[in-house]
């Protein structure tokens, strides 16, 4: 299980690896979120950012809700690292969003938005291979901690 909040609740979720330098953060400001990942190498939080992807804009979930996304259904979200951390993943209600592998230098994204990045050339289209490391984690596995912020 991981963090519950509602989509529109202006709220931030962190996730660092434990055994390489790589980071991960959802950020839903009340309209739109993303999903990043960050290379603490880099420096600030800002300059730390290796590439950013879409993952919804409130207006649209309102509008077309879908089983997984509800704005006025709670959602369970979490960040899942593959064993080596060298992969991540977002959960929403159980459902990969968005995958980023820092090894590769790729991210996905169920949205495909950005369609490209400088960090992910060669684009962000969804890859079911890019979340196959979920399968073989198992329920006892210890995950690096997630730190929630509720903006105000």
């Known amino acids: 299980m991981g963090q519950t909040l509602h989509l529109g609740a202006p709220t931030v979720i962190e996730a660092y690896a434990d055994r390489t330098p790589y980071g991960a953060l959802f950020e839903d400001d009340g309209k739109v979120a993303y999903f990043y990942a960050i290379d603490t190498r880099l420096g600030d939080h800002d300059g730390a950012v290796l590439d950013a992807v879409y993952i919804y804009h409130v207006t649209s979930v ?70 196959d490391f979920l399968d073989a984690l198992s329920a006892d596995m210890e995950q690096p901690r997630c730190r929630i912020t509720t903006l105000q």
């Open 62 to 131: 309102l509008n077309h809700p879908t089983p997984e996304l509800d704005v006025y259904t709670p959602c369970d979200v979490e960040i899942k690292w593959s064993e080596d951390h060298q992969r991540v993943a977002l959960l929403m209600n159980g459902y990969p969003q968005a995958a980023f592998d820092f090894e590769r230098k790729r991210a996905y994204c169920r949205s495909n938005f950005p369609s490209a990045s400088r960090w992910s050339p060669e684009g962000h289209e969804w890859d079911q291979h890019a979340v």
